[in-house]
């Protein structure tokens, strides 16, 4: 194991101060970079070739970003440590955040070793996309500690995370991962009912469908498509969700008059969303509209773009305050499996 530095005599969180990732890649360094920033001792582990290299180099080059969000005492990029052996990164974690590829036996396999090998009272996500957690706890010992918990990309920049567990996952397990999530800065929300693709990709691809039904249609092209979402709606929606901003749109009546005049007009208007063929000719026509959007500036370019403008975002939103206060997952584990 590589040498690091453990010696903050604060914790960062009551219970967690140890933070175990498995697998580094995009998003398992991202988040080891967030686990960082929070001031938490990590330790990762990948068996890929080159993997340390290559997380190191991650978290160098995001640590800008997360100074940006603000560093916990004693945060520092010379508290991560790698080693390739699996049980060794397991040892003492408190918390363990899996990141390995999207295949099912894959899962299953691995996160029966990592119930094996870690402390019996660690708490162990899953950041998977789409894959259930009743699906992944199948064969560990210990399924009532393991947990979705799902974070919008990056995870050192995105606060969202969904949190769902399966249907052998304990109540309490839930409750203990969405206060530790809230308590490191994230915005966890709690999934009351697993499905495929949990709840963000879903509503996101919704979107996606429609846009390239138009865009299929010829009704507008790629780049005033994407100025459609983000010069409209996505505005709004990084300030407040789509029900809530309803009640705005409702005026004085609020929500109620909203529901009682215009909702029927929209239920209405759903009958014509479009279902696209996705044809190899309207994949080719959103790749070329796609580049000619980014006009040659790297994905390193864009991404920094993007993200100085999201720094600008959480700041305004932190400085205001949120609206409601997280769940705190409080139903019990036999509704989470229906």
């Given at each position: ?130 894959i259930t957690m009743s ?92 100025d459609a979402v983000s ?44 279902a696209p063929e996705f ?60």
């Open positions: 194991m590589s040498t690091d530095s453990r010696t903050d005599p604060t914790p960062p969180h009551k219970s967690v101060h140890r933070v175990t990732i498995v697998g580094t890649g995009t998003i398992g360094a991202s988040w080891a970079t967030h686990y960082l920033a929070r001031g938490f001792d990590v330790t990762a582990t990948d068996p890929a070739p080159g993997a340390e290299t290559a997380l190191r180099s991650y978290v160098a080059a995001a640590w800008d970003a997360a100074a940006t969000l603000g560093l916990a005492p004693g945060a520092s990029p010379e508290r991560l440590s790698f080693t390739a052996d699996l049980r060794q990164a397991l040892a003492d974690a408190d918390f363990v955040q899996e990141n390995a590829p999207e295949r099912p036996e894959l899962k299953v396999k691995l996160f029966a070793d990592i119930d094996d090998a870690t402390p019996p009272d660690a708490i162990i996500a899953s950041s998977t996309s789409g699906v992944i706890q199948a064969e560990c010992r210990r399924p009532e500690r393991t947990v979705i918990g799902h974070p919008f990309n990056p995870p050192h920049v995105i606060p969202l995370v969904e949190v769902v567990g399966g249907t052998r996952t304990a109540p309490e397990t839930v409750r203990e991962v969405m206060a530790f999530y809230t308590a490191i800065g994230k915005k966890p929300i709690h999934l009351k009912k697993e499905l495929p693709g949990h709840v963000a990709n879903r509503i996101q691809a919704a979107l996606y469908r429609e846009v390239v039904h138009l865009i299929g249609q010829g009704v507008l092209d790629v780049a005033d498509a994407d010069w409209g709606p996505g505005l709004r929606w990084g300030v407040m969700g789509p029900s809530l901003l309803w009640h705005l749109g409702g005026g004085e009546g609020g929500i109620q008059h909203f529901m009682d005049t215009l909702m029927p007009r929209m239920v209405e208007s759903w009958q014509e969303l479009g044809t190899p000719e309207l994949r080719e026509k959103i790749v070329s509209g796609v580049l000619g959007e980014a006009g040659g500036r790297s994905i390193d370019e864009l991404a920094a773009r993007r993200d100085a403008m999201l720094f600008g975002l959480l700041a305004v939103r932190a400085s205001q305050g949120d609206l409601r206060p997280a769940s705190t997952g409080t139903d019990g584990p036999a509704e989470e499996g229906r």
